[in-house]
């Protein structure tokens, strides 16, 4: 081995904040971690268990997306229209009003119940304490009573939220017991689909109440625009009947008159001058009588006819002059002579209807005349009349379809119909929302294993102590030479009792693992300086009880069973801790060498159980004389190196002592002793420190104690490492 600087090993264990860092610190600390752990979930378990329950009900409301309506949409005054997400929203926001929140409290009388009205409630000791606290960091609004208290704390116990994207609205109420939440949440929606229907019958007596007043305004109004045509018409004479002015009827009435004497006219004009034309062509009275179609000449036509037969009759037996046939000639003549007078009177009549006819068609068109000057001057006047008539046709309107919208809001008002309606009543809830003991155990178990966790990155982050001989090298910056395991009770046991320790050990077990670390001491020592024959190390410590007497007196027992010859000398004058491994006490040692009473040869004593020697103190009072800064020390640790292969300085602990920082300049080079899991790492390394600045080299650092079977206390670098799955090659 040489002296040289050891390179660093680039090691993922050597990262403090890498994943194999992580894992032996869990491996090291998992009896903390399971332990903080296990004691953390079991009281957050426990508080979980004794804690006040919560039990949660649901109802649900929707608010309608098509509304039922009686009547035509148009004409419905009261429905709003399908509802929005503002709605639904609008909706919520009523349900938390603090009015609703008031009400289902006087409900409910919640202010007579200890459970929601703190008033009513006993104070313990920790009330008492807490209540001043609460009051000063929330303190109450001034005048606040107590149906304002539970107002508030029952608004922080409902909560009224839309179910995804649809208009159905969860109502949800907490309370200590299932049967309260579910009487809670009910109410809560029966209150809120009460006030719908209340809000509308108040709408509707609002809007019955105004279209009543405005009603009889309307009505008084129609009567005075109705009076004003009718006394209009009056002053203006354009009265009317059935939908018409006089005027206008009386000129319908004249135009029909002129119309029909103008066809009356007509018709006995033809007559007259088809009768005119059948007298001026000569016709046979026969003829003008068919177009005569009159019933007296028919008449005299038949008698003409009955004479003319028998005319003929009697002309057939009698001869011309006789008087029959006279007679019957006379009376045909007669009969003859009576058609045409007929004739002649009907023509005369009709010329003379022709003449009234036509005097009273000349008539009748004069009044026509004059009804439409009459009309014609009565127009300005029409059109006053005219807008007086449409402002009393648009004043009854408007009076009717007020009148209309008053029954259809009674109507509507009767049917107590809701913006939204009840899906579902909320059903008293089997276990509680809280605790719940199967989430409340994860959520335990969760937190104590973080709580652990920490807890465990906490002793790690304040565990300064040296563990394994990666944390030496890396926090101290010097090598680990050896690492000499713990002996347990149980591989003591073997021993005799006042031979119980390691050094007696070491020679009763040669072969043993606690047997061959020494014997990788030893070599660390021996072939440090290959070029050296003789060696003089120093073993010191940061602070007393770390075990550098036993490494001492074991590495002088496993040197001389190799065949060197090895002495130690006690430098300790506090302590003399070489004499117990004597088994006696000395009359004389070092002092009484280095003050020239004794030689060393005289006082050197040899270990019976390996044959190594050892220059012991004995016991003296205490001087204050730096003995080790004498030349004769310097001389004697010359003198013993030239006689023994391997001479041992038992040095007193580095931090405790101040003359240790003398004594470790007498050697070749000094060995510092750490005790596993207890030697702090500022200890070790401010040891170190001082004794390069007294001017001493340092080989190295043993790890002394080592629990071998502690997890994560061992690293790669370490022969220990190995232990326990080569502990078979080793004897016990």
Request: charged content about 25%; proline content about 5%; aromatic content about 6%.
């Amino acid at each position: 081995m040489t002296d040289g600087p050891r390179p660093e090993r680039a090691d993922a264990s050597r990262d403090p904040f890498g994943l194999w860092a992580l894992v032996r610190m869990l491996y090291r600390r998992w009896g903390l971690i399971f332990g903080v752990g296990a004691a953390f979930a079991a009281a957050a378990f426990a508080a979980t268990m004794v804690a006040p329950r919560d039990y949660r009900a649901t109802s649900l409301v929707m608010v309608n997306a098509r509304q039922e309506r009686v009547v035509a949409a148009s004409e419905d005054v009261l429905s709003p229209a399908a509802p929005d997400s503002a709605v639904v929203d609008s909706e919520i926001e009523v349900i938390k009003s603090p009015e609703l929140i008031a009400r289902l409290v006087d409900a409910l009388s919640l202010t007579e119940d200890p459970a929601w009205n703190d008033r009513l409630r006993a104070k313990g000791p920790l009330a008492q304490i807490l209540d001043p606290i609460k009051a000063a960091l929330k303190p109450p609004a001034p005048g606040q009573s107590a149906r304002d208290d539970v107002a508030d704390k029952l608004a922080e116990a409902i909560e009224a939220r839309r179910r995804g994207l649809s208009y159905v609205i969860e109502i949800t109420a907490r309370a200590g017991t299932a049967l309260e939440a579910q009487k809670i949440a009910n109410t809560m929606a029966d209150l809120y689909l009460q006030s719908q229907v209340e809000a509308r019958e108040e709408t509707a007596r609002r809007a019955n109440s105004w279209l009543t007043d405005r009603l009889d305004t309307l009505r008084e109004e129609v009567q005075q625009k109705d009076a004003a045509v009718q006394a209009y018409r009056a002053e203006t004479g354009l009265l009317s009947s059935e939908g018409q002015s006089l005027t206008e009827q009386q000129i319908s009435n004249v135009q029909n008159s002129v119309l029909q004497a103008q066809a009356d006219l007509a018709e006995k004009e033809a007559r007259y001058r088809q009768l005119q034309q059948l007298i001026r062509a000569g016709s046979s009275p026969a003829s003008i009588a068919d177009a005569l179609n009159s019933s007296v000449i028919r008449d005299l036509r038949t008698r003409e006819a009955d004479i003319a037969r028998r005319q003929s009759d009697v002309e057939s037996r009698y001869l011309g002059n006789h008087p029959s046939v006279l007679s019957i000639r006379s009376e045909r003549a007669d009969i003859q002579r009576q058609i045409q007078e007929e004739i002649q009177r009907i023509s005369t009549n009709l010329g003379n209807e022709v003449g009234v006819a036509r005097a009273r068609l000349e008539t009748m068109r004069g009044s026509l005349t004059n009804a439409r000057g009459e009309l014609a001057g009565a127009n300005s006047a029409e059109v006053r009349l005219r807008e007086l008539e449409r402002e009393a046709a648009a004043a009854r309107g408007v009076y009717e379809g007020y009148l209309q919208r008053l029954q259809q809001i009674a109507d509507q008002e009767r049917l107590h119909t809701t913006v939204s309606r009840l899906i579902s009543h909320a059903r008293a809830p089997e276990t509680p929302f809280f605790p719940n003991m199967r989430i409340a155990l994860a959520i335990a178990a969760a937190a104590g294993l973080l709580f652990g966790f920490g807890a465990g990155l906490i002793a790690e982050a304040l565990d300064h102590t040296i563990n394994t001989t990666d944390d030496l090298e890396q926090r101290v910056g010097m090598p680990a030479i050896a690492s000499i395991p713990a002996l347990r009770e149980g591989a003591l046991r073997s021993l005799p009792p006042m031979d119980r320790n390691p050094a007696r050990y070491l020679v009763e077990k040669p072969m043993s693992a606690f047997a061959e670390s020494i014997r990788v001491l030893r070599t660390a020592v021996v072939y440090s300086q290959l070029d050296r024959d003789k060696r003089v190390v120093a073993i010191t410590s940061a602070l007393p009880a770390e075990g550098k007497t036993t490494m001492s007196i074991c590495l002088a027992r496993i040197a001389a069973m190799s065949g060197q010859s090895v002495i130690v000398v006690d430098c300790d004058l506090r302590r003399r801790s070489l004499n117990a491994f004597l088994e006696r006490e000395p009359r004389q040692g070092l002092l009484q060498v280095l003050s020239r009473e004794a030689s060393w040869r005289d006082v050197v004593t040899q270990d019976p159980q390996s044959h190594a020697d050892v220059l012991p103190l004995a016991a003296a009072a205490f001087n204050p004389r730096d003995v080790f800064g004498l030349q004769e020390t310097r001389d004697l640790v010359q003198e013993l190196a030239e006689v023994y292969d391997l001479v041992i300085l038992d040095c007193p602990p580095m931090l405790a002592v101040a003359e240790t920082r003398v004594v470790v300049t007498l050697a070749d080079f000094v060995v510092v002793v750490a005790q596993w899991g207890k030697s702090a790492t500022h200890a070790v390394r401010t040891t170190i420190e001082q004794t390069l600045q007294a001017g001493a080299p340092v080989l190295g650092v043993a790890l002394n104690r080592v629990d071998t079977n502690a997890p994560g206390r061992s690293s790669y670098s370490d022969t220990l490492y190995y232990y326990q799955a080569q502990k078979h090659y080793y004897s016990s």
